[in-house]
């Protein structure tokens, strides 16, 4: 159980586009998805909160308006690159859990963003 | 302000037993997780303690001591598949997960 899947696995795309990417809670609801970035041999760091129904709370140092996120329903949260840059290339992963407590956070697949 | 702190790197031998140590500093206590990530990968769940004590899980075990702000994760009988980073992370009174910056296991033969 507790299954979180996240599309794509890879994205290339140019400089200026930009790139949208799911996570959905396949199995359970999720009230709160995470979104994280982890570049080369450094740990994951978290971008922002998702709060279905409601604005995703964002970390300091996080631009809201680079980085859309909408979670529109208790089992889906999507994060928009917009205007993508080399520098924008990374490891994206987001996360959810079924509960507080001893409920551990449950990975998606996490994508590779390219941006050439 | 809260930390978590692991070793950057640690080396060890297929067979063997190694034991990865987190220690943390954090704004209350709602419990530790260890989680595996392998190179390009998500990371996956391996254990969770809130209670001081020693968790067992097949080859890995877990244990935490919450007066000492400490961790370890112990794993036995190496293999090749083991190498990966392992995180320590915590959960503060804010139910806010804090992540250490990870171990990452080299297994030689």
């Known amino acids: 159980g507790a299954v979180v899947s996240q599309h794509p696995s890879w994205v290339i795309c140019k400089s200026g586009t930009s790139v949208k990417i799911e996570c959905r809670s396949l199995?359970?609801?999720?009230?709160?998805m995470f979104w994280y970035r982890q570049f080369p041999k450094q740990s994951l760091m978290l971008m922002a909160t998702s709060n279905e129904g409601s604005k995703a709370t964002y970390e300091q140092g996080v631009e809201k308006d680079k980085f859309l996120i909408n979670h529109a329903s208790l089992t889906l949260s999507t994060l928009t690159v917009t205007s993508a840059h080399p520098e924008d290339s990374s490891f994206y992963i987001c996360?959810?859990?079924?509960?507080?407590?001893?409920?551990?956070?449950?990975f998606g697949n996490g994508t590779r963003l390219t941006v050439t | 302000g809260q930390n978590i702190d692991q070793p950057t790197e640690m080396t060890a031998t297929e067979g063997a037993i190694v034991q990865i140590n987190c220690t943390y500093q954090t704004s209350g206590f709602n419990g530790l997780f260890w989680y595996q990530q392998h190179a390009g990968e998500a990371p996956t769940f391996l254990s969770y303690?809130?209670l001081d004590g020693l968790e067992e899980k097949g080859r890995f075990s877990s244990f935490l001591s919450r007066s000492k702000g400490y961790s370890y994760l112990l794993l036995k009988e190496l293999q090749m598949k083991d190498s990966a980073s392992y995180l320590c992370?915590?959960?503060?009174?804010?139910?806010?997960?804090?992540w250490g910056a990870g171990t990452k296991l080299i297994i030689k033969p």
């Open positions: 996360s959810a859990t079924p509960g507080q407590g001893s409920s551990p956070l449950h």
């Open positions: 992370a915590v959960r503060d009174s804010n139910y806010q997960l804090i």
């Open positions: 303690n809130v």
């Open positions: 199995d359970f609801q999720a009230t709160t």
